[in-house]
C-alpha cells in the first residue's frame, strides 16, 4: 500500500462506507495532509459535499470529498488501528494485523492486553484504518507516526517543574493544579493507572472496573496501542476519542482530569511515591514525556 499517484475522489459515490482514503488539499489543518482513515458506516455529513471520516487517532472529521484520495483496499498483512466499534468500544485504538476474510468482514489478529492473549475477531472495513504494510515498523512506510504528546498548558516548564517538585513530594494542592492547568498529566496517570489494572499490578490496583472500559479507550489512544503508560499521541481539549464511549457533551481530557481527582488519594499518589511508571519523574520534569 502506497500513498503515491493515488486517484482523487471525484463525488461522494466514490467514497462508499468503509473506503480506505488518504487526506490532502487541507488548508485549516494542513498538519493532517497525508493521514490515512476510513470512511465512517454512520449516517453521511448532513452536507452531501462531505464524509465522515474515521482517524488512526480516534478522531471523527467531515471532509470534502474533493480533500479525500482513494486508498488501496485492506489485504492479508496489513497492519490496522481499529476504529469506531461501538459495542466493543474498549477495542478502538487497538493495532491488529489483517489475517484473512469472512463474508463481508475482515478478519484482525490483535493482543488482548488484559489476558496477554492472541485474539481474532472479524469486523466490518468502516472499523479499519490501514497504519503500515506487513514486515515494517513505525515509522517505516504507511502512515507517519502519531505526534508525540506535546504539552498544552499556559504554565511555563519553570513552574511546571516546581509544582511537579512538589507534587512528587506529597504537594496535594500542587498536585491538584496541575492536575486542572496540564491536560497532559491527567492522560498521562490514566495511561499508568490502565497500565496497571493490566499487569495485574500486585501495589497499584489501577482503573477499577467501573472505569476500565473508557480508561483503556484513552490509554490505547495516547500510548499508540502498547498501554504501557508513555505518551505517544496528543488529545485535544474538547477531543472525543473511541466513538461515544464518553456520551454527549463529555470530552476525553475532562473525563481523564475528574479520574485523576476521583482517585487521588488511593491510587494516584500511592503511585507517585512509588515512582511507578516513572509518575514521579513525569512530575518532576514538569509534566514532560522523555519516553519513546
Known amino acids: 500500500s502506497v500513498s503515491m499517484a493515488l486517484p482523487v475522489a471525484r463525488s461522494n459515490e466514490d467514497v462508499p462506507p468503509g473506503t480506505q482514503v ?3 488539499g487541507l488548508q485549516k489543518a494542513p498538519e493532517l ?5 476510513v470512511v465512517s458506516s ?4 448532513a452536507d452531501l459535499t462531505r464524509r465522515q471520516i474515521h482517524l488512526a487517532s480516534g ?4 471532509i470534502k470529498f474533493t480533500n479525500l484520495k482513494i486508498a488501496p483496499e485492506l489485504t492479508r498483512g496489513d497492519q490496522v488501528v481499529l476504529v469506531g466499534l461501538q459495542g466493543a468500544s474498549h477495542l478502538n485504538g487497538l493495532e491488529a494485523s489483517v489475517v484473512g476474510w469472512q463474508d463481508d468482514r475482515l478478519i484482525v489478529q490483535y493482543t488482548n492486553l488484559v489476558l496477554r492473549t492472541s485474539e481474532t475477531k472479524a469486523l466490518k472495513p468502516a472499523n479499519l484504518v490501514y497504519v503500515r504494510a506487513k514486515g515494517k515498523r513505525p515509522g517505516e512506510g504507511g502512515q507517519p507516526d502519531a505526534k508525540k504528546a506535546r504539552i498544552s498548558s499556559k504554565l511555563s516548564l519553570e513552574v511546571r517543574k516546581d509544582l511537579g517538585s512538589r ?3 506529597g504537594d496535594t494542592e500542587a498536585l491538584a493544579k496541575l492536575i486542572t492547568d496540564v491536560p497532559d498529566l491527567s492522560l498521562k496517570i490514566v495511561a499508568i493507572m490502565a497500565k496497571a489494572t493490566a499487569e495485574q499490578n500486585s501495589r497499584h490496583r489501577g482503573l477499577p472496573h467501573s472505569d476500565w472500559g473508557d480508561g483503556l479507550t484513552i490509554s490505547q489512544h495516547v500510548t499508540n496501542g502498547r498501554n504501557d503508560g508513555i505518551l505517544r499521541r496528543y488529545i485535544a481539549p474538547g477531543e472525543k476519542i473511541g466513538g461515544d464511549a464518553f456520551g454527549p457533551g463529555r470530552d476525553a481530557i475532562e473525563w481523564c ?3 485523576c481527582r476521583k482517585y487521588q488519594r488511593t491510587e494516584v499518589l500511592p503511585m507517585i511515591r512509588n515512582d511507578y511508571g516513572d509518575l514521579a519523574e513525569y512530575l518532576q520534569d514538569g509534566c514532560t514525556e522523555k519516553g519513546k
Request: no cysteine; aromatic share 4%.
Open 22 to 24: 488518504e487526506l490532502y
Open 33 to 37: 495532509n497525508g493521514a490515512r482513515g
Open 42 to 45: 454512520s449516517a453521511a455529513a
Open 59 to 62: 478522531s471523527t472529521m467531515e
Open 167 to 169: 507534587a512528587a513530594a
Open 257 to 259: 482530569k475528574n479520574l
